[in-house]
């Protein structure tokens, strides 16, 4: 897959179908247009292309009070696209210059005079251009002016639950991770590298990995113990993770996020670490002294180890 993030002269394309938006979360909703798209584009022998921004429009529009937390990452992102099959992404870097062009302006110059659009593929609520001004009826008056066809596809559910990045983040934020898989096709990741912490796990026969995130503006849950699964390279691993104060050993308030690996005692200090977020087991809670914690950590192990039984 060609990752473009500058177009310019030398940037050709081969009469591209293309579709656009943020695609944050790449959910089964997105997955069914990218497949449409991607399919009638090999039938026709023509091109795939997704355009996307960098960084997330509002950030650019609103830096004073942004607050959009990202499900994905850009190199998330990238990967989950790849796997559908796209010939090419576009990463186009959204300026406030660029916010104030209108829908025509930048259908007539961007998609039309730099990309060439032969054809778009567009979600039942996409809009887009200066104010979100573009609507679909719009898309397809611009496209018989300038000679591309337009498609809307219907909204994708989940039982009678229309999938959208807004449900996705709001289920992750509450906890809520296995749903927010569900509506995303594949399970919610965070990513990072491994530090050190206090050690106290270790202490208590529970080592645990300090994860380190390499983005902070992606999403996680809510505090609380999840079951989840840990790849280091290759290898995959069960735990538990926390996401939280510690409020039993520490009073900082500063929020950790800590996997202890099941049946696994080796030092992986600096590495990278990808972890899969499953289940909700509980919340965060004080413990009265280290014993309770240490029996409730016991507790915890042999909930995910019970899930992980019925998950396989």
């Given at each position: ?32 247009i990218i497949q449409s798209l991607v399919e009638k584009a090999k039938r026709e022998n023509k091109e795939s292309v997704l355009f996307t921004f960098e960084p997330h429009p509002r950030k650019v529009l609103y830096p004073d009070s942004y607050s959009v937390k990202l499900i ?241």
């Amino acid at each position: 897959m060609r990752v473009v993030r500058q177009l310019n002269s030398e940037t050709k394309f081969n009469h591209p179908i293309l579709t656009l938006g943020t695609y944050d979360g790449v959910h089964l909703g997105h997955q069914e247009i990218i497949q449409s798209l991607v399919e009638k584009a090999k039938r026709e022998n023509k091109e795939s292309v997704l355009f996307t921004f960098e960084p997330h429009p509002r950030k650019v529009l609103y830096p004073d009070s942004y607050s959009v937390k990202l499900i994905d990452t850009v190199d998330e992102k990238l990967a989950k696209l790849e796997k559908l099959g796209l010939d090419t992404v576009i990463l186009f870097p959204f300026t406030k210059e660029f916010s104030r062009l209108s829908a025509m302006e930048f259908v007539r110059d961007v998609l039309v005079n730099q990309i060439g659009v032969s054809e778009m593929h567009i979600g039942h609520d996409h809009h887009f251009g200066k104010n979100r001004e573009g609507s679909f009826q719009e898309l397809q008056e611009l496209g018989e002016l300038y000679n591309f066809k337009v498609f809307q596809l219907p909204a994708i559910s989940v039982g009678e639950i229309t999938i959208s990045s807004t449900k996705i983040r709001n289920a992750i934020l509450e906890g809520n991770a296995e749903y927010a898989s569900g509506l995303m096709g594949s399970p919610f990741v965070l990513q990072g590298k491994v530090v050190k912490g206090q050690q106290i796990g270790r202490t208590i026969g529970f080592p645990t990995a300090n994860i380190d995130l390499d983005n902070t503006e992606k999403i996680f849950p809510k505090n609380g113990v999840y079951a989840a699964k840990a790849y280091l390279g290759d290898r995959s691993i069960f735990g538990v993770m926390n996401i939280g104060t510690r409020p039993t050993v520490a009073n900082n308030g500063q929020i950790t996020i800590e996997i202890y690996l099941f049946d696994f005692n080796e030092e992986i200090y600096d590495q990278q670490i990808k972890v899969e977020v499953m289940q909700h087991i509980r919340d965060e809670k004080r413990f009265e002294n280290i014993e309770d914690l240490k029996h409730q950590i016991q507790l915890d192990e042999i909930t995910a180890r019970t899930y992980f039984s019925l998950y396989k």
